[in-house]
């Protein structure tokens, strides 16, 4: 007898989303460039800056770091308070979740397989002899990727889009917030409060009273 459909599907942002942290900062710290790169951030968040653009800028600092600083830095990374919670809810519906970061795959799949989660997305960078090159490899995962990511996994697991969830909290999630059956808004920058469905602070699984959870 085959499983029944899941009824919704949610996708999450990562970075100051699913965790408390930019994990470009916590790289960039390591490099001693954490302010620089905080401030770019910052902008990109609020939507003042090219995403794309404003990544490059941001890993370019990054370049000579040895790479077992993923292992340090995945030691530093705090979950957003309320996140263990809202995914084992969200395990006991059997609702699928989805990670698309514009953060690092480097981080995000081992936090990923940490919490749990098989579906995610993310930026790579570039190694060679064992050291960051300051260059990301491939496609930048921005706000159109995230909508497209959006996409795939509700075709993946059969659910139409008028049934998921998005949450996140920089412009950069702008598109997969408005592609989302319902776009939520986390800890989020007011460009973002401004075009979500509904606005949630501080705890993650404050969304579970929210109308689709409900």
Known sequence: MSLPRPTRLVVMDVDSTLI???VVELLAAHAGSRAEVADITERAMRGELDFAASL???VATLAGLPVSVFAAVLDEVVVTPGAVELLAE????R???GLVSGGFVEVVAPLAARLGITRFRANALEVEHGALTGRVAGEVV???VKARTLREYAAEVGVPMERTVAIGDGANDLDMLGAA???IAFNAKPVVCAQADAEVRDRLD???DLPPFR
């Open 20 to 22: 408390t942290q930019e």
């Open 206 to 208: 404050a969304v579970l």
């Open 90 to 93: 969200l395990d006991r519906r």
């Open 56 to 58: 490059r800028a941001r």
């Open 181 to 183: 059956g319902f776009g």
């Open 95 to 97: 609702w699928p979740v």
């Open 142 to 144: 921005d706000r159109a």
